[in-house]
């Protein structure tokens, strides 16, 4: 099942009015081989979602304006902040997926010596850095509003919890 995060603006990070998207132990089946970052990468790609990656979650407030970003835990756990300083902190274990609607930010607060996960971007979008440091704020939020919502989700493909809460919550808006 899908659990929603809903994350407040909060400047200098502007956030997303649509949920993060957090599928609990979503991709467990797929990280108990030596393979599993290549497995979930694979994963993630089959669902549209590419220009991969393997590392952890800095440790500063970051977010990217220009593209949603995938992650999947393949091994340990990390406290990750979301939405900027003064935010929850959530716990994000192996086989967890979180789903990062544009300009989302995030920081690792701690985690395990064997914390490593898996990123990927909807479209395969090369992703900015911002660190809530932007001169303009105004045109950093009309960018993350201009991120259109993805054809499919990097868990369950086109009928999954994107489709769901974003696209129909779009539609509605």
């Not at 393997?54 to 949603?68: M, R």
Request: glycine content about 8%.
């Amino acid at each position: 099942m899908t659990k929603l995060i809903h994350v407040q603006e909060n400047e200098p990070f502007p956030n997303n009015p649509l949920p993060v998207l957090h599928y609990p132990k979503a991709v467990s089946g797929l990280t108990g081989s030596p393979d599993a970052a290549q497995n979930v990468l694979d994963f993630f790609e089959k669902n549209g979602y590419t220009n991969g990656w393997i590392d952890g979650i800095f440790s500063y407030h970051h977010f990217h304006a220009n593209t949603h970003e995938a992650l999947a835990c393949v091994s340990g756990e990390a406290m990750v902040q979301l939405g900027g300083p003064d935010s929850e902190t959530y716990l994000f274990q192996k086989g967890d997926v979180l789903l990062l609607p544009a300009g989302t930010a995030h920081k690792r607060v701690d985690a395990t010596e064997d914390f490593r996960i898996i990123g990927a971007y909807s479209d395969g979008m090369d992703p900015d850095m911002q660190k809530g440091e932007a001169e303009d704020y105004e045109k950093i939020k009309q960018r993350i509003a201009d991120v259109p919502v993805p054809k499919t989700d990097p868990v369950e493909g086109t009928d999954g919890a994107v489709s769901k809460h974003w696209i129909e919550q779009n539609v509605e808006q």
